[in-house]
């Protein structure tokens, strides 16, 4: 092979990897719902939640806890609509 034609694999590699990324991050958006602890839950358009701290670290949650908004609203997440290492 000759210098330009790997050039160009590895140009063409790159920008099907900066695609594939910003396709990636499309799929992740998430409604934010503050809570009154401080904490947020991040609702997935899958149904899929995650718990974050204040720093927006990731928690682990407890099943059957509830949750109440900064609105005061009150939710209980469904364990069926939650993944391991998400909820």
Do not use: H, Y
């Amino acid at each position: 092979m000759t210098t330009q034609t790997v050039a160009a694999l590895i140009l063409s590699a790159a920008l099907c990897a900066i695609a594939g990324s910003a396709s990636a991050v499309q799929g992740w958006e998430a409604k934010k719902v503050e809570l009154k602890d401080g904490r947020t839950l991040l609702i997935f358009a899958d149904g899929k939640m995650s718990l974050r701290d204040a720093k927006g670290q990731v928690l682990q949650g407890r099943d059957g806890d509830m949750l109440t908004s900064a609105k005061s609203e009150t939710t209980t997440p469904n364990p069926s609509r939650t993944s391991a290492g998400i909820w």
